[in-house]
């Protein structure tokens, strides 16, 4: 789903309350470093063609307008939610924003939360990390335990390595929450003994605070993807449920 504001919402989630996004990406196309098969924006090479993206000036004038227009019309944030069209921390003013994001959060909406969904590729830079360790909720991704079956699921740009990225969460002391999808493909099975048995030694080795595990839910770019049901999901990870490890599923 390709969304073109920066600032969007709020809409109503169960699980969020009343949510207002961000999207740090161009207005009109996708900027990731990551090509998943599952990617709900398409493939990147379908994107059409904007790279323009919002620098932290343009991010607080849209945020402050849409967070008064809230107060005005008495409509409560319960979170500030950055998704959107791509990487959000690949933003070079991602740093600033996110403080950005927190001042105004305090003076409007004190109790809302901050979260970020990403995908966990910049969490080894020094100013990502610092900037994702002062939002409430840090999600980020993890969803194959080797490079050979990321470069399946994922499919990064340039170098990655799950043992850097590892590294860099568990700097986190286990203050985050780890979103992982589980799928079916031709050439992936998150069920697989070699999926599964190493994503649970990361689980148990990082201790993430929360593991968000979900499945395809939209359009999907590639050919041939499988969901899962939730009871399947459940049944794979009841051995960590089992150990306490907090785990939320979503069909
Ligand atoms: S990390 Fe997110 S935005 Fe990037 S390709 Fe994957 S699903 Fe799409």
Not at 170 to 188: A, E, I, W
Request: glycine letters at 6%; one cysteine or more; a negative charge.
């Amino acid at each position: 789903m390709m969304r073109e504001e920066i600032v969007f919402g709020p809409i109503h989630s169960r699980r969020l309350g009343s949510s207002l996004g961000i999207n740090l990406l161009p207005e009109k196309g996708k900027l990731c470093n990551f090509d998943c098969i599952y990617c709900e924006c398409g493939w990147n090479k379908d994107g059409r063609g904007d790279k323009a993206i919002p620098d932290a000036k343009k991010l607080r004038k849209a945020l402050e307008a849409k967070l008064k227009d809230c107060v005005k019309n008495s409509v409560g944030i319960d979170s500030i939610t950055f998704s959107g069209d791509g990487e959000p921390t690949l933003n070079p003013d991602f740093p600033e924003i996110i403080s950005i994001t927190i001042e105004l959060r305090d003076r409007y909406f004190p109790s809302a939360k901050v979260s970020v969904l990403s995908n966990a590729t910049r969490v080894g830079k020094p100013e990502v990390f610092e900037a994702l360790k002062k939002v409430d909720n840090p999600i980020l991704k993890l969803d194959a335990p080797t490079d050979e079956l990321v470069r399946k699921i994922n499919q990064p740009h340039g170098d990655y390595h799950v043992a850097d990225v590892v590294e860099s969460l568990r700097k986190f002391d286990g203050d985050f929450v780890l979103q992982t999808m589980f799928l079916r493909s031709p050439d992936f099975d998150s069920s697989s003994s070699e999926v599964l048995d190493g994503w649970m030694a990361i689980v148990r080795d990082l201790k993430p605070r929360e593991v968000m595990v979900y499945t395809l839910d939209r359009e999907a770019p590639a050919e041939g993807l499988e969901k899962f049901t939730v009871e399947e999901m459940e049944s794979l990870t009841r051995p960590l449920i089992e150990e306490g490890v907090n785990i939320q599923i979503r069909g």
